[in-house]
């Protein structure tokens, strides 16, 4: 490749646009894709959306109004989603958004501070007893008994557990729970502590 | 080489299941796990609950709300829009709106979508009336895609869908095709071709909508015999505006069927229909 011609300006030190373009040259704007493809982009995404409302609202009446309004909140502000970064995280963090004002607006169950669960206990031995019994007891749980023992954890852990799962990459979790990269990994063991300790209960 | 420590190892098991690891690090606790019991149990209960968590039901996204979500787009364009401002982002006054209402703020949004659809119907209003039949389809087809409800009622097969119709409409619905793994019917409703009731069904394919119209035949323009074999039957194949449209009449009834699907995924439809007819 040939080498590319030194233009008459200093190294840019911000992010770069385009290696041939002068620091002057107009930012692209982004247009609003406020129009049927970007909502047909959207739609793509209806079921994983639906199932994260659910599971956080534990409701079907409200998973429904929380995908409508994130539909309606997404289109209304296409124009501040970045062409080329992740929609789908950018759409669950405003569902989840809408979720957590509705929560604040009703007043309801508090959210409460992540890992409301007891700690496991700190002798070895224990530990490992309870891992058999508890291995056994995770194979032979039914679906249902798993979703309960989803339900019964904070927004907060049951939140993380869900991104996870939906095979979110830890700073895309972060963006979609607003909370810092490097604390992603402590919140998911936490959580998935406290989910070991509800199977625990429902497997017994 | 230093051998990890169990609490590194342990900090990264799900990373490892995640396949997040450098070649080196997931070595490193591979060889970890391998000898130390404890680590190793671990390892197999975090991987016991990935498979609990992932015996999970589905909640998918109920059959109408992908039709609602599109029907809000033009229900906001008919309404009032905002004079101004309403593409910003989520501002302290919608904020300040009761949950589940905030229909308003993004109606400028949707009037964007809103505006060409009914620019869309305009035109094809005005198209020559030989293909009067084509741009009736088409129009009927928007209607089913941004109708307030699209969908009068939710499919639970054929079976069902089809006495619905008993009483609602001045012939029998003859379509036997009951859907199936790559065109699912989603439901059916009552709606008007040109001056006659019809009745339409509503297919999905993969995310795309297809609408299939069945109606009286008689005193319609159906110009020429079509080019397009479906058994016993000839249909036409017409394109507009980006849709694909299959016309064809059996006996006294006529049917069509519209899609943004391509031209070969509406013609498997078609000739499903035609073959259970």
Request: neutral net charge; glycine residues 6%; contains cysteine.
């Amino acid at each position: 490749m040939p080498p590319q011609r030194a233009l008459p300006q200093a190294a840019s030190s911000g992010p770069r646009l385009s290696q041939t373009r002068p620091s002057w040259y107009p930012r692209p704007v982004a247009r609003a894709p406020a129009d049927a493809t970007f909502a047909g982009r959207v739609l793509e995404h209806v079921h994983a959306l639906h199932g994260f409302a659910f599971r956080l609202s534990r409701n079907a009446a409200e998973a429904e109004d929380l995908v409508q309004d994130a539909f309606t909140r997404a289109l209304a502000a296409a124009d501040q989603f970045r062409p080329g970064s992740n929609l789908r995280s950018w759409l669950f963090r405003i569902l989840r958004n809408l979720y957590i004002d509705d929560r604040r607006r009703a007043r309801r169950a508090p959210l409460s501070a992540d890992g409301e669960a007891p700690e496991a206990p700190a002798d070895a031995a224990a530990e490992l007893l309870r891992g058999d019994i508890e291995l056994d007891c995770l194979r032979r749980l039914i679906a249902e008994q798993i979703e309960s023992a989803l339900f019964a954890l904070s927004d907060e852990a049951r939140t993380v557990i869900l991104l996870d799962l939906e095979g979110f990459s830890e700073p895309e979790v972060a963006e979609v729970m607003g909370c810092a990269p490097g604390t992603v990994k402590s919140r998911l063991a936490r959580a998935r502590a406290a989910l070991r300790v509800q199977l625990a209960e429902y497997a017994r | 080489m230093s051998a990890l420590d169990c609490s590194t190892a342990r900090r990264d098991l799900l990373d490892a299941v995640r396949g997040r690891l450098a070649p080196d690090e997931q070595r490193r606790l591979e060889e970890h796990l391998a000898g130390c019991a404890e680590c190793s149990a671990l390892d197999q209960r975090e991987r016991a609950l990935d498979a609990a968590l992932g015996r999970l039901p589905e909640h998918r996204a109920p059959a109408g709300l992908e039709g609602r979500l599109l029907a809000s787009l033009s229900t906001s364009a008919l309404s009032p829009v905002p004079a101004s401002g309403a593409l910003a982002a989520p501002t302290a006054t919608e904020r300040a709106q009761p949950p589940r209402r905030r229909t308003r703020a993004w109606a400028a949004a949707a009037a964007t979508l809103a505006v060409s659809v009914a620019a869309l119907v305009v035109a094809l209003r005005a198209g020559s009336s030989s293909d009067m039949l084509v741009a009736e389809a088409v129009n009927d087809h928007l209607r089913v895609l941004y109708a307030q409800q699209p969908i009068e009622i939710e499919s639970g097969g054929i079976h069902q869908v089809k006495p619905w119709f008993a009483g609602r409409l001045d012939f029998a619905p003859r379509l036997a095709f009951e859907g199936d793994a790559d065109f699912s019917l989603a439901g059916g409703s009552v709606g008007y071709f040109i001056d006659r009731k019809a009745a339409v069904f509503v297919f999905k394919h993969r995310l795309h909508v297809i609408t299939l119209f069945e109606f009286r035949a008689d005193g319609l323009p159906w110009g020429d015999a079509g080019e397009l074999k479906l058994g016993k039957l000839e249909a036409r194949h017409s394109q507009l505006r980006g849709f694909q449209v299959i016309s064809f009449r059996d006996g006294d009834l006529g049917y069509a069927l519209v899609s943004d699907v391509d031209a070969s995924a509406l013609e498997q439809l078609a000739g499903r229909v035609a073959s259970g007819l």
